[in-house]
């Protein structure tokens, strides 16, 4: 029996353990498959590092793909499936990955990228084996059906986030979401008291950290229904019809929920729902607000970030108390902010949000001591680039960003990659990308373009179709300006605050 089910009440192992839209697996049936899976895992050529990537769409096989690797000692790397080849090719070579695990939707970007970082192993779920690509189900069918060694030392997921380089960097999943345990047997016992309301469902994308913590609560016993992409009236109907009680969204999908007609919202009955967490992006307060009156007060919002995990927590209660706040510090975090000289700041002066890490920890890019650097003012007190202020009794406000990050429909887009693409180009001089608001993502990213010839500039067509050759097409600008000037200094610096004050107001305010 893997470790999985032998952690769910003997009386429930005949329920649904995964539903996705082909199938529903009980947990009795997902036994067998588990451990076959986790030994073919296991199996593999691995070198000083256990490492197996994840480039597929959100799946029944994908979530026991994740688990496997859990019950296996296995760290798993999360590839965005927008990703092109020569992209996740970086990733795959740079986490030292022995193997990529594909859907049928990835399967050919991940054979040319895994050719590309060098990598022999690719198998691929519902897939016709063929040169280079090795058919999941044969595979595991294969392996041994004996539980995983349960004592093997558990690895955390290995996940990257961009930085103002344009090239990723990689941070392990923070101890908060994966114990630093001896065993995979102890880390279950860990995650087991802590796993959201079963049964949950996964409506974001599996390599986003909100959604994989789902599939991690499967490892630790809950149900989950995983859906491939997020359509606002089937989310309501599969929370009526499994009486869904968990599950973790970003605005954007709120938004989306909200815009349906009341009609066909009145229709579902989402009682079910215990805890509806959100992240990832700020949320509009009349959009929580008209989410907390449909639902009832079950929405909890965690802020933070993939290298830190939540930083500050608030439920519902707090939020109706204190609106467009992200709430307060979880251990063991405290809340500094940072006035421009330095000194700390009293409560609603607004500075730079910085957390400082009780245990000393921090944040850590791997094989990036200058980024790592760069986040912390002092040793375990770290920025994710945020401005804000606290309130007298600790609370968070965010006002803006330091960085030039963009935040679209919970998706972090980082304007350095889609400049350094788009400066190849050879009609743009100079070119600047920078947040503009979306009335449903949130924000999206624009650029601003100095043409190499103004009589003869690209048309924005253009543009977009040089940049999508690089580029997922998520990474790339909405919309294309032509500008004289984009306010580059002799050190050449671009002030990206203020190029973003032509498409928002000046009394901008992140939440408010």
């Not at 050919?108 to 280079?132: K, M, N, S």
């Not at 789902?214 to 229904?225: E, K």
């Not at 307060?328 to 002066?349: N, R």
């Not at 760069?374 to 375990?380: D, E, F, Q, S, V």
């Amino acid at each position: 029996m893997s470790l999985t089910i032998a952690g769910v009440d003997p009386a429930r192992r005949n329920d649904f353990a995964i539903v996705d839209e082909r199938t529903t697996l009980s947990w009795n049936e997902l036994d067998p498959i588990l451990n076959r899976a986790a030994n073919a895992l296991g199996a593999l050529p691995y070198g000083p590092e256990r490492r197996v990537a994840v480039f597929a769409q959100n799946s029944a096989e994908t979530v026991i793909a994740y688990v496997a690797c859990l019950e296996a000692g296995i760290s798993s790397v999360p590839v965005s499936f927008h990703l092109t080849p020569a992209e996740a090719a970086y990733i795959l070579k740079d986490s030292g990955a022995v193997a990529v695990l594909v859907g049928p939707e990835t399967a050919e970007a991940g054979l040319a990228a895994a050719r590309e970082a060098g990598i022999a192993t690719v198998i691929g779920w519902r897939c016709e084996p063929r040169d280079g690509l090795i058919a999941w189900e044969g595979w595991i069918a294969a392996a041994s059906e004996a539980e995983p060694d349960s004592e093997r030392a558990p690895l955390p997921h290995l996940h990257y986030t961009s930085g103002t380089t344009g090239r990723p960097k990689a941070t392990d999943t923070p101890p908060q979401y994966f114990p630093r345990v001896p065993t995979v047997r102890a880390l279950a016992e860990t995650l087991r008291p802590r796993t959201t309301p079963s049964p949950g469902i996964a409506v974001g994308p599996l390599y986003h950290t909100g959604p994989l913590g789902m599939a991690r609560n499967v490892f630790a016993g809950t149900s989950l229904i995983v859906v491939q992409h997020f359509d606002a009236e089937r989310t309501l109907q599969l929370i009526d019809k499994y009486k869904v009680r968990g599950s973790v969204m970003v605005p954007t999908h709120f938004q989306r929920l909200l815009a349906l007609p009341a009609e066909v919202r009145a229709k579902y009955d989402v009682s079910s729902m215990e805890r509806l967490a959100h992240t990832g992006a700020a949320c509009p307060r009349e959009v929580k607000q008209a989410m907390i009156d449909w639902f009832g007060p079950v929405l909890v919002e965690a802020y933070g970030g993939t290298e830190a995990g939540s930083t500050t927590f608030i439920s519902s209660p707090e939020w109706l108390a204190r609106p467009g706040s992200v709430g307060k510090a979880l251990p063991p975090f405290e809340t500094v902010i940072y006035g421009d000289d330095g000194d700390v700041l009293g409560p609603h002066q607004i500075g730079q949000v910085y957390f400082r890490d009780s245990s000393g920890h921090g944040i850590v890019y791997r094989g990036d001591p200058e980024k790592t650097a760069a986040a912390h003012i002092a040793p375990g007190v770290f920025t994710l680039g945020e401005m804000g202020y606290v309130d007298e009794d600790g609370y968070l406000f965010i006002t803006d960003r330091v960085s030039d990050m963009i935040v679209s429909g919970g998706v972090n887009i980082y304007p350095a990659e889609a400049e350094q693409v788009l400066l190849r180009h050879p009609g743009v001089a100079d070119i600047a990308v920078v947040a503009a608001p979306h009335p449903e993502m949130g924000e999206e990213a624009r650029a601003l373009v100095i043409a190499a010839d103004p009589a003869h500039p690209p048309t924005a067509e253009e543009l977009n179709a040089f940049c999508r050759e690089s580029l997922a097409g998520y990474k790339c600008p909405r919309g294309y300006e032509f500008v004289d000037d984009i306010g580059r200094t002799a050190m050449g610096k671009v002030n990206k605050k203020a190029l973003r004050q032509r498409f928002w107001p000046t009394d901008r305010t992140i939440g408010g």
